[in-house]
């Protein structure tokens, strides 16, 4: 059954003018270049992402503004370049588009985890790079393209987001399973169904499968999944979280790092080594004055893409703070490391009546209505005081005044009760919910707050 998926997937890529196999073929190759390989093949593809930058109308003029393109001779100079920023690129996406890009393209609309719609355009070799890396990193465990997974996350809310993700997941020997309701009668429900599935591996948010491992252990029924790897993306994957899952489901606890606006950024391997797709980007740890840290160093991570020729993103602030590992990994591989140290997470909310909800749905059901053609609301956050809930919102200038009663239907739907909806001009985000739609204001009191002009 495998194999026939993989069939269909190789022909879905080459429909698509994705080279998904080729690009992987030559990053399983270079995984084993020494650092000062990986460095040069870095060079020569932040040289062709600055031509293609410099053409793009925000680059352009932030090039006049700063130094020549043609001035550049290497990575070292990226450092001289302004950083990119998220309300940036928010505002116009197509300002960071070439407009002579003659390829095909993607599109990507995302909240990520804050709440705030994101356009993002990028090439197909981009995506291909993406997915590749993906694909290499699971193979460090016996993984293939086309063994079954369960995806314990990413549930489409609106009808045609289910009839294109159920198309998806065919080819790829996909399951998606909810994480939403984390009640002990669902988690019993979850855990039979991927018993009979028997899946190679499994795919979600750490504090998603967090519960269900949890749950695993009281009923003894972990180890008898037949799971090769447990993959945990999208929040930190601390290390509890990762003692739990390993000894819950008996098998490997692996790591992804990335980002809608990037793609695959690292993979964690065998020997624990979160290595870098050096490949696919460029990564630096910034200080408070945008200086370079050394080595070891917390910081913030700001990141290069260096494939998507469409609309590049040079030295953008991708949200998360980190640091480089020194020295080489165990496995052998010469792909650099790294440690995330803070970035998104979703969280999980218990309800009056027992019932646990994963901060997930919150982030889906904002995305449902932030994305729509129509979309009258363009920023969702909500707010857990206690076992309470409310929500703001910030509405569209033209859009649809319905969705906001629609967005307080489907809130009582998820949870219960009645959610009050406060309208607002803007929504400041500061401290540590800075990047949640799920925002715990017990936790954080001055975490979060809405203003309105009257």
Not at 155 to 172: F, Q, S
Not at 303 to 322: E, F, H, K, M
Request: include cysteine; charge should be positive; proline fraction near 6%.
């Amino acid at each position: 059954m495998s194999v026939l998926h993989r069939l269909a997937y190789r022909l879905v890529q080459a429909a698509r003018r994705e080279p998904v196999h080729r690009v992987l073929a030559g990053m399983e190759r270079s995984q084993w270049w020494t650092p000062e390989q990986l460095r040069a093949d870095q060079e020569a593809r932040f040289a062709r992402v600055i031509r293609a930058a410099a053409r793009t109308p925000h680059y352009a003029r932030r090039f006049r503004d700063a130094v020549d393109p043609a001035a550049f001779r290497g990575l070292d100079d990226l450092v001289r370049l302004p950083l990119l920023e998220k309300a940036t690129l928010r505002a116009d996406p197509s300002a960071l588009r070439d407009p002579g890009w003659k390829g095909p393209l993607n599109v990507h609309v995302t909240t990520g985890s804050s709440g705030v719609p994101l356009s993002v355009f990028r090439s197909r070799d981009a995506g291909a790079h993406g997915r590749a890396a993906q694909l290499r990193g699971r193979s460090w465990f016996g993984i293939r393209q086309g063994d079954r997974e369960v995806l314990y996350g990413g549930l489409a809310l609106e009808r045609l987001g289910r009839t294109r993700a159920r198309v998806i997941d065919r080819i790829m020997n996909r399951v998606r399973l909810d994480p939403f309701d984390l009640s002990d009668q669902v988690l019993d429900a979850t855990l039979e169904r991927i018993r009979v599935l028997r899946p190679a591996f499994l795919y979600g948010y750490p504090s998603a499968l967090s519960l269900l491992a949890a749950q695993a252990l009281r009923r003894g029924a972990g180890r008898d999944l037949g799971l090769t790897l447990v993959q945990t993306s999208s929040e930190r994957l601390y290390d509890h979280r990762r003692r739990l899952l390993r000894e819950a489901f008996g098998c490997p606890v692996a790591d992804e790092y990335g980002a809608a606006e990037t793609s695959i950024l690292a993979m964690e391997c065998p020997e624990g080594g979160l290595h870098q797709a050096t490949e696919n980007v460029f990564v630096e740890i910034l200080d408070e004055r945008g200086a370079p840290v050394p080595d070891g160093s917390e910081g913030e991570i700001v990141v290069t893409d260096l494939n998507n020729l469409a609309a590049p993103l040079v030295r953008y602030r991708i949200g998360d703070r980190g640091r480089l590992i020194p020295g080489a990994c165990p496995c052998g591989r010469g792909l650099p490391r790294m440690e995330i140290l803070e970035g998104s997470a979703f969280g999980t909310l218990t309800l009056p009546d027992g019932r646990r909800l994963s901060g997930v749905v919150f982030y889906f059901l904002a995305e449902s209505f932030l994305t729509r053609p129509d979309a009258g609301l363009r920023e969702i956050v909500v707010v857990r005081r206690g076992h309470r809930l409310e929500a703001m919102a910030v509405a569209r200038s033209g859009g649809n005044p319905a969705h906001v009663a629609e967005l307080g239907r489907r809130l009582e739907e998820l949870v219960g009760t009645s959610v009050p909806i406060r309208l607002v001009d803007a929504i400041e985000r500061r401290g540590s919910d800075k990047y949640r739609v799920l925002i715990d204001a017990d936790r954080d009191p001055g975490g979060i707050s809405g203003t309105s002009d009257g």
